[in-house]
C-alpha cells in the first residue's frame, strides 16, 4: 500500500519531470479505483501548488466522467490562490463531465459572481470549454459579464466565451 506521503512526493517528482505520463498511465489502469482516487483527492488540499496541479491531472485520468464528488471538488480549486491551479482545472474540466454537464455548468456559472476577477476569468474559460453551443444559461451568464466597467481582461475572456458558445449561424 502506497503511504500518502509516498504519493505526495511521487507526485510532485512525477510532475516536475518527465515521468508525468508514466504516473498518468499508472494511474489509468487504475481508473475507477475507489482507494487510489481518495488517495489522490487528498492531495488537492496539499499545500504545493504544484502537487494540486498534478493531483487535479491525475484525478482526471481515474475518475468515472460525471462523478460529482470530483467535479464539487475540483471546481472548488477554480478559486485556488495559485494561477497554475485554476488554469489545470480549466484545462481538465472537460475530462470530469461531458459538454453541457448540469452539475459542472452549476460549479462554475456560480463562480461568474466570484468578487476576484481573476477567478471570474477562470470560471468564464471553464465555460467555453464545458457548455454546450447555445446553452440559454450559459450565454445569459457571459454576457452579463458584459454589461458595464471597462474593457479589461475579464471582459474580453467574456467576448471569447461568447464566440465558442453562440450558435453558428447558417448563410443568409
Known amino acids: 500500500m502506497v503511504s500518502l506521503l509516498s504519493l505526495r512526493a511521487a507526485t510532485a517528482y512525477f510532475f516536475c519531470s518527465s515521468w508525468l505520463p508514466s504516473l498518468k498511465s499508472w494511474l489509468t489502469l487504475r481508473r475507477g ?3 487510489c482516487i481518495a488517495k489522490v483527492s487528498c492531495l488537492l488540499d496539499d499545500p504545493d501548488g504544484v502537487v494540486r496541479c498534478a493531483a487535479v491531472q491525475s484525478l482526471a ?3 468515472q466522467k460525471g462523478s460529482q464528488p470530483a467535479i464539487t ?3 472548488r480549486l477554480l478559486e485556488d490562490s495559485d494561477m497554475r491551479v485554476r488554469r489545470v482545472v480549466v484545462q481538465e ?5 461531458e459538454r453541457g454537464d448540469p452539475a459542472v455548468l452549476a460549479e462554475v456559472i456560480g463562480r461568474l459572481t466570484h468578487r476576484d476577477e481573476r477567478i471570474q476569468r477562470c470560471a468564464v474559460e471553464a465555460l467555453a470549454c464545458i457548455a454546450v453551443r447555445g446553452d440559454s444559461q450559459a450565454l445569459d451568464a457571459v454576457t452579463e459579464l ?14 471569447k466565451a461568447l464566440a465558442c458558445l453562440a450558435e453558428e449561424q447558417g448563410d443568409p
Open 73 to 75: 471538488a475540483v471546481c
Open 33 to 35: 479505483d475507489v482507494d
Open 146 to 159: 458584459l454589461r458595464g466597467g471597462p474593457m479589461g481582461p475579464l471582459r474580453l475572456a467574456a467576448v
Open 93 to 97: 474540466l472537460p475530462s470530469f463531465a
Open 61 to 63: 485520468s481515474i475518475v
